[in-house]
Nanobody, 124 residues
Framework: QVQLVESGGGLVQPGGSLRLSCAAS????????IGWFRQAPGKEREGVSC????????YYRNFAKGRFTISRDNAKNTVYLQMNSLKPEDTAVYYC?????????????????WGQGTQVTVSS
């Protein structure tokens, strides 16, 4: 069965950190662009970060630059999102997605595969 499974979400205080994981099963991530997205209640889904398959180039939305780091471990078939200096406005459900096309995934939010999401809540 082909699927992506996110984990690592939870409740954290402002200024804290979390590391999200996106594990693939049923296919290998090596050739896929992997993206992290989030959706807060009442808001549209937005891109957070993505990492290319060919050269490992990374992309971040402005709000994530300097605070979030995306990385991939092809041997473990897993992509990570390290989130530091978390703010209440980072509260959302975080999803990972995999696609063969960077443009399709990062610009159009279209993907062959989506995970079920993991809740991140930043609150004191």
């Amino acid at each position: 069965q082909v699927q992506l499974v996110e984990s690592g979400g939870g409740l954290v205080q402002p200024g804290g950190s979390l590391r999200l994981s996106c594990a693939a099963s049923g296919f290998t991530l090596d050739n896929y662009v992997i993206g992290w997205f989030r959706q807060a209640p009442g808001k549209e889904r937005e891109g957070v970060s993505c990492i290319s398959s060919s050269d490992g180039r990374t992309y971040y939305r402005n709000f994530a630059k300097g605070r979030f780091t995306i990385s991939r471990d092809n041997a473990k078939n897993t992509v990570y999102l390290q989130m530091n200096s978390l703010k209440p406005e980072d509260t959302a459900v975080y999803y990972c997605a995999a696609d063969l096309s960077l443009v399709r995934l990062w610009s159009e939010f279209e993907s062959d595969y989506w995970g079920q999401g993991t809740q991140v809540t930043v609150s004191s």
